[in-house]
């Protein structure tokens, strides 16, 4: 139904709670999976795939990472960039080198990365990116110096999507809302009662899934997408479509 059978995708974030269900999105769609993250450990749960292990911030080690993936298993058909990380969640908690670590890792990270990656699939003919932004790129939901940086992604997406556009690159953003893995469980620890707290502002009364997140990620990349570029797609339980609290609240 996809398209992607035997079609090589690269994955990186390969080994955390939504890089999995990437993963297996796309064996389920019958590609051929390389699987990237900066820990050999964090991709031992992970079968059938092959695997790359580089630091993302390191743009000498992932060119050379990049080298040896095309080398040894072609030019990816799809690229999926996917690492990401924050830790500063309010304007209070971001000083310079909370700063310098989110824009390094979640913007900076993902050029070190698409840039190679993206000459190799023009000079074999062009293919997919999808890169995994967030809501908070599109509107505030706190964690300033993530958002920024995501948003910084969008820009870069859509700067890719209009100029590669005629080398057959198509390019876009998945734009999770919360969705729950580990990625959470500093902030239950602190408050057991949060994520009640948080499904509350979520228009479908829930948060949106891993599976969710690499299901709209494999469409995109996908030939059923083959007209969509430049696209930040939200999937976040309709988090961006309007502010519910305040209707509930206030009428």
């Known amino acids: 139904m996809f398209g992607l059978n035997d079609k090589h995708v690269v994955i990186s974030g390969a080994g ?5 269900s990437i993963v297996a999105a796309f064996q389920a769609a019958g590609a051929r999976v390389t699987a ?12 059938g795939v092959a695997k790359s292990m580089f630091e993302l911030t390191d743009a ?19 690229l999926v960039s996917n690492a990401g ?6 304007m209070e908690t971001v000083n310079r080198q909370s700063w310098d670590q989110e824009v390094e890792i979640n913007l900076t990270g993902s050029f070190n990365l698409i840039d190679p990656t993206m000459k190799a699939m023009i000079a ?28 910084g992604l969008v820009a870069y997406m859509r700067a890719i999507a209009v100029e590669n556009g005629r080398h057959n690159i198509r390019a876009n953003c998945i734009c999770p809302g919360s969705v729950r893995t580990p990625a959470w469980d500093h902030r239950v620890a602190k408050d057991p009662d949060l994520l009640p707290k948080v499904v509350a502002h979520y228009p479908l009364g829930k948060l949106a899934t891993p599976v969710d997140v690499a299901n709209a990620t494999v469409f995109l990349a996908s030939p059923l997408a ?26």
């Open 60 to 78: 000498d080690a992932t060119e050379r990472a990049v080298a040896a993936i095309v080398a040894e298993h072609g030019a990816p058909d799809v």
């Open 16 to 20: 955390g709670g939504i890089g999995r």
């Open 36 to 47: 990237c993250d900066r820990d050999a450990a964090l991709l031992d749960a992970l079968d």
């Open 226 to 251: 083959g007209a969509i570029t430049g696209v930040a797609l939200p999937v976040d339980a309709g988090l961006t479509a309007g502010n519910l609290r305040f209707i509930r609240d206030v009428f």
């Open 124 to 151: 074999n003919g062009g293919g997919a990116i999808v890169m995994t932004s967030t809501v908070n790129a599109l509107s505030h939901y706190g964690n300033p110096a993530y958002a920024a940086a995501k948003a």
């Open 85 to 90: 990380f924050s830790r500063a969640e309010t």
